[in-house]
């Protein structure tokens, strides 16, 4: 979608901190973190929300939530962390285009 913030991201017209990448996936750092370790990890392929996610993404959606617990781990999050996934703007979605929050390490450092 060409006004989608995340696919900009996706197509290298916005940079990012990223955290990992494959040919399905992106995951960067929030550029808002609720805590000291906050990224997301997005389908590169353009999902507006959970919602409207079929079979056919079941894969994808499994391959998301089994990278977090990696990723968090190489963040430094070893003591745990929290998942969280907005969906619709009733559920707090401001982006739409799905992704998954994982964030953790009490508060956010303040950067200058």
Known sequence: ???????????GEIPCSKVYEDD???AFH??????????????K???????????????LLG???LLAPRLAQAQGLDAGFKTLINTGRGGGQEVFHIHIHVF??????PRS
């Open 63 to 65: 391959k998301m939530l």
């Open 24 to 26: 399905e996936v992106l």
């Open 1 to 11: 979608m060409s006004d989608c913030i995340f696919c900009k991201i996706v197509a």
């Open 45 to 59: 392929a353009h999902v507006a929300t959970l919602a409207d996610c079929t079979q056919e993404h079941e894969r």
């Open 104 to 109: 953790g390490g009490g508060d956010p450092v």
């Open 30 to 43: 929030d550029i808002h973190p609720f805590a000291r370790v906050h990224f997301l990890i997005i389908p």
